[in-house]
């Protein structure tokens, strides 16, 4: 198995630098297939410059192939040729965005299907905002106002993305519709990796990890180790 790397937000600024340094390392490092997924920008046509952001900010950090993969409809997410690039990458970025565009184009496809069997065989996949987001079984899209099933890869929980600029609010709402699933609020400039198992989370980058569980609330800084599983 892989390992996953979930941030909060503000990628590609250079604020990211830590956690993003850990995923190249735990892909291998900075000589392996990297590519970037524009698909949550591709909602508002942004899916271009986002993607080439991304590309600069990690060939910043002296990552040497570094490509962008414009999976950005269900179209391009189905493209066999696509799903093949997919299968010879090491780390995969999810960047932000529209949570529910991602969640659709990729939900059931080739490219999806791809990036999971990479994963399996110890690939990296990173997602920032609403990267993150639908990595979860459940996610909260602000645009459409409502509760949606994410990818499900990590199960019984949700990500609060920019946590403490704001979408903190979302967590008694959340916990309204979603009881008995824990909550996980990033902030910017922060990310979290599991240990390849899922069973264990540590935080990196300049911020806060905050896990909402039951009427437990437990904040976590870098380099302290969390589990999202139920005690």
């Known amino acids: 198995m892989g390992f996953l790397l979930l941030e909060g937000g503000a990628e590609f600024g250079g604020h990211m630098s830590e956690p993003d340094r850990i995923g190249l390392d735990l892909a291998g490092g900075l000589h392996v297939a990297v590519r970037i997924l524009p698909t949550a ?5 942004n899916h ?14 002296g990552a040497t192939d570094v490509e962008v993969t414009y999976v950005i409809d269900t179209v391009s ?10 299968s010879s990458a090491k780390l995969f970025y999810l960047l932000g965005g529209f949570p529910a565009h991602i969640a659709r184009t990729l939900a059931d496809s080739k490219a999806w299907h791809a990036m999971l069997e990479t994963y399996r065989n110890g690939a990296v996949i ?3 905002s609403a990267g993150a987001m639908v990595l979860c079984e459940h996610y909260y899209d602000p645009y459409e106002g409502k509760l949606l099933g994410g990818l499900n ?7 609060i993305p920019h946590h403490g600029a704001g979408t903190h609010r979302w967590a008694n709402e959340l916990f ?11 902030a910017e400039q922060t990310g979290i990796v599991d240990d390849g198992n899922m069973s264990a989370w540590t935080v990196s980058g300049r911020g806060e ?12 800084g870098r380099g302290e180790t969390f589990s999202l599983s139920k005690p």
Not at 176 to 186: A, H, K, M, S
């Open 48 to 61: 271009v410059r986002a993607g080439n952001n991304g590309k600069r900010w990690f060939s910043s950090l």
């Open 41 to 45: 920008a591709a909602a508002d046509n």
């Open 153 to 159: 890869l990590i199960p019984n929980t949700c990500v």
């Open 126 to 128: 990173a997602g920032s």
């Open 176 to 186: 309204r519709q979603l009881p008995g699933v824990t909550l996980v609020g990033i």
């Open 77 to 86: 997410a189905n493209d066999q040729s696509i799903a093949n690039e997919l």
């Open 209 to 220: 990890v905050t896990v909402y569980r039951g009427e437990s609330v437990q904040r976590h």
